[in-house]
């Protein structure tokens, strides 16, 4: 039997930070704030990935199955204060 490890959520802290798997698995509405929740199988683990309205604009071109890799970019800009996290998100072929 192939096991894999349960982690806890995938939280960028510099640019560059990544995270690639299957996506196995899309939630909505979850926790406090009603956000999405996005599930990827990794090389080695099971691991999520909370949504944002960058990150969940961008996942909305992919389905369960797909294989993606999702890059922070850093903090940007905006109409906000502190300004906001982006994404790059890439579809894996196998």
């Not at 199988?41 to 944002?52: A, L, P």
Request: charged share 35%; proline share 2%.
């Amino acid at each position: 039997m192939n096991w894999k490890k349960l982690t806890g959520p995938f939280i960028p802290e510099k640019k560059g930070d990544e995270i690639s798997g299957k996506l196995i698995k899309v939630e909505e509405e979850v926790g406090t704030n009603l956000s999405m929740f996005y599930t990827l199988e990794t090389e080695d683990s099971i691991s999520g990935v909370w949504g944002s309205t960058v990150l969940d604009e961008k996942m909305k071109l992919f389905e369960v199955g797909n294989y993606v890799k999702i890059v922070f970019l850093g903090l940007k800009e905006g109409n906000r204060k502190e300004g906001y996290k982006d994404f790059e998100v890439h579809i894996g072929r196998e």
